[in-house]
């Protein structure tokens, strides 16, 4: 007899934790959205990519901001340029607004490619301005955490600069000659 109770103790415990099991089961799953902090539904990424997502940021994708001794020596002296705000979207075009020590700000525009350069974590850019001028700039960028160091130069219309390689690193600009004056600092805006 007590091992009728103990087995029929057993069996009540049993039913007890499938039907909770069950019940578990039975909870409905949230939908997917693009603001969830989720990947899920059909996204690549966390909240990007797939059918309904925006495209998931890749290599320079994302706005940026440099000031202060972030600022290219280069640009401080040439251009007494204070700070740089940029936009790389992910439809390969740019926004970038750069503002002097007096406030006035250019606003240049265009489309980029980027591709990884198999030499560490560094990237190489070429830049293709529209507006206000029509040229072509060619770099090197890293990313480490929200932290970018950029490093480009006008090739076209040429004015004899020789652009920075991934092979060479950073501070590589006219085969070294600038050394780290060309060297910008970009911090990523969320």
Known sequence: MKNLKFFLL??????????????????????ATCTDGIQNGDETGVDCGGMDCPACEVGVQGKW?????????????????????????????????QYDTSGAKLILEGTYTQKESGVGNIWEIEVN????ASLTSVGIFEITDNTMKYEIVQTEPDISAVPPTAAA???????????????????RVE
């Open 65 to 97: 901001q440099s000031s202060g001794t972030n600022v290219a020596p280069l640009l401080v002296n040439l251009f007494a340029t204070d700070s740089i705000y940029a936009e790389f979207n992910t439809d390969n075009t740019y926004l970038v607004e």
């Open 10 to 31: 057993l069996f009540a415990i049993m039913g007890t934790v499938a039907t909770w099991q069950s019940c578990k089961d039975d909870e409905p799953t949230p939908e």
């Open 129 to 132: 301005q529209s507006s206000p």
């Open 169 to 187: 690193g950073f501070g590589s600009t006219n085969g070294g000659a600038f050394g780290e004056l060309n060297v910008q600092i970009y911090e």
